[in-house]
């Protein structure tokens, strides 16, 4: 059964400093992987997702994840946050692509301060 | 603007009410799924529908009941819930099959208040 870990339940940061938040999850068969962020009271909004092909994803907002299958891990990183990123962002891997069962992690939550 | 419309957006219900949430995805998927989100938890996956069939339930207790009357509509009915159900209910849907998966789209979510 898959599994999905994200390591950090907290993370604060200040603007303008770079963020990586981390996620590793575990399959015995190959996976789709994605990051969502949802802002408060709000539902979840894909951010970038991995497929297949270039291990290296650009989603939208600036934020970028690298897919690491040696490692079983998917980080989502940005270069410089922005008030604005302050959400919850949760990891979500679905094994084979045409499963209908997303499995998602306990979700980060990013505190960008002034 | 998601494409996924949940109503209604908050909702408090005593226990021995019944009451139903409404999904309706402008999309054209054929999968629609039902989510539970609970404080310090993971989203748990509740009901999936393809095609209108259900294709799993994931060992929801009986007072939650999924009707899928076309693609594009999803209705959860509740009816004598506990306060432990309350939670944020998002639906989703996607479109699955041998030439195209997409990512799931969600709802803004209806805030489930059981008092």
């Known amino acids: 059964a898959q599994s999905v870990t994200q390591l950090d339940s907290q993370v604060p940061v200040f603007e303008e400093a770079p963020v990586e938040l981390r996620c590793n999850y575990s399959?015995?068969?190959?996976?789709?992987l994605f990051w969502y962020v949802q802002y408060p009271n709000q539902g979840l909004q894909l951010l970038l997702k991995?497929?297949?092909?270039?291990?290296l994803v650009k989603g939208i907002n600036g934020f970028e994840a690298e897919f690491n299958k040696s490692q079983t891990s998917f980080h989502l990183r940005k270069p410089s946050v922005h008030i604005s990123d302050t959400a919850e962002y949760f990891c979500?891997?679905?094994?084979?692509?045409?499963?209908?069962?997303?499995?998602f992690g306990k979700g980060t939550l990013l505190t960008v301060n002034p | 603007e998601t494409g996924v419309t949940q109503t209604p957006r908050h909702l408090v219900m005593g226990m021995t009410n019944k009451k139903s949430l409404k999904c309706e995805q402008h999309?054209?998927?054929?999968?629609m799924y039902w989510y539970k989100q609970s404080a310090k938890k993971p989203l748990e996956l509740m009901f999936v529908?393809?095609?209108?069939?259900?294709?799993e339930n994931n060992s929801v207790p009986s007072r939650f009941s999924p009707e899928c009357p076309n693609s594009s509509h999803l209705f959860l009915h509740l009816h004598t819930l506990q306060p432990e159900d309350s939670a944020l209910y998002l639906c989703?849907?996607?479109?699955?099959?041998?030439?195209?998966?997409?990512?799931?789209?969600f709802g803004q979510g209806t805030r489930l208040t059981v008092v």
């Open positions: 989703a849907s996607s479109q699955k099959g041998r030439r195209t998966n997409t990512e799931a789209f």
């Open positions: 399959s015995s068969v190959s996976v789709y």
């Open positions: 991995y497929l297949s092909g270039s291990t």
């Open positions: 979500a891997v679905e094994e084979g692509g045409s499963n209908y069962k997303l499995t």
């Open positions: 999309l054209g998927h054929n999968a």
């Open positions: 529908y393809n095609f209108k069939e259900q294709t």
